[in-house]
């Protein structure tokens, strides 16, 4: 989706502009940035693992995509019988930078998981657990508007499971998102309003997922939100490095204690997160 930028012109700033500016980028050396937010939905019995993993490169270049040297999900609660708890991810397309593996949906359901990603004779870690969501109850199209009356109105709503602390991520199709926690509606039903710019047209299919999210995926993709806008999607290279939870471990001889705190700033853009998704459409109608 395209946002709206005004922009107000100066004539004083076209007089005279002839020097040439030469304009120093920021460099810094390449960084992984690894995608392995795994999407379940629980009614399939089978569930795609995917990883994607791509390279920073230096400003205003491409980012390349990079090949590893091993990709791995394992769940540490689950029985090792012949490596049964250890799921090897492979890139079908070779240079492509997606790995891979279709598992059993239980798998995912119950222990804590454990994501590897070896690259370059380094070794990166991140642990998480699924976290459930909560289907969407009701899509509808509004007839509010925000600013300029062009906008589209979406109005959401879903039922808060009580008894316990919630954190969700809203996927609102474009590389939208949206996060919130349900420390005012615990236990409740709740409804609002998402505004879509003047690109929607009438006849448009607008897919939104509600994910369940941990505290930490939440806030991790509260600052990305905060910090990139709205059209960043959440693994991308935000203007500001947001640190996930894939950290690298190489120089760790504790795999339980996966915190490099002697070399912080060493780690993956990205997030390890496994969640529940509920998905809904709608189609955009004329107004």
């Keep these: 989706m395209k946002k709206i930028v005004l922009y107000i012109l100066c004539p004083l700033l076209f007089i005279a502009?002839?020097?040439?500016?030469?304009?120093?980028?920021?460099?810094?050396?390449?960084?992984?940035?690894?995608?392995?937010?795994?999407?379940?939905?629980?009614?399939?019995?089978f569930t795609t693992l995917e990883v994607k993993v791509s390279q920073t490169s230096s400003f205003f270049e491409p980012i390349p995509l990079t090949n590893l040297e091993q990709v791995t999900i394992t769940n540490l609660d689950a029985p090792t019988t012949m490596g049964s708890n250890i799921q090897i991810l492979i890139e079908e397309d070779p240079g492509s930078g997606v790995y891979q593996k279709v598992v059993g949906t239980d798998f995912l359901l119950d222990g804590e998981l454990l994501l590897q990603v070896n690259h370059l004779d380094q070794r990166y870690l991140a642990r998480t657990r699924f976290v459930p969501s909560t289907p969407i109850t009701d899509?509808?199209?509004?007839?509010?508007?925000?600013?300029?009356?062009?906008?589209?109105e979406i109005e959401i709503t879903f039922m808060d499971l009580p008894d316990r602390t919630d954190y969700y991520v809203f996927d609102l199709d474009f590389d939208e998102f949206l996060v919130t926690e349900d420390t005012f509606y615990e236990g409740q039903e709740f409804k609002f309003s998402y505004f879509y710019d003047s690109d929607l047209q009438p006849g448009q299919e607008v897919n939104i997922s509600?994910?369940?999210a941990s505290e930490g995926f939440y806030n991790y993709m509260d600052q990305l939100i905060e910090q990139s806008g709205d059209n960043f999607g959440p693994f991308g290279t935000p203007t500001a490095t947001v640190r996930g939870n894939i950290i690298n471990v190489t120089d760790i001889d504790n795999d339980d204690v996966l915190d490099n705190v002697d070399d912080p700033n060493n780690f993956a853009l990205g997030y390890f997160a496994v969640v529940q998704e509920f998905t809904d459409n709608i189609v955009v109608e004329e107004r």
């Design 210 to 212: 509600l994910l369940g």
């Design 139 to 152: 899509l509808v199209q509004g007839d509010g508007t925000l600013f300029d009356g062009d906008e589209t």
């Design 17 to 45: 502009c002839e020097d040439v500016i030469e304009v120093d980028t920021p460099a810094e050396a390449p960084r992984l940035i690894i995608d392995a937010l795994i999407r379940v939905d629980t009614s399939e019995a």
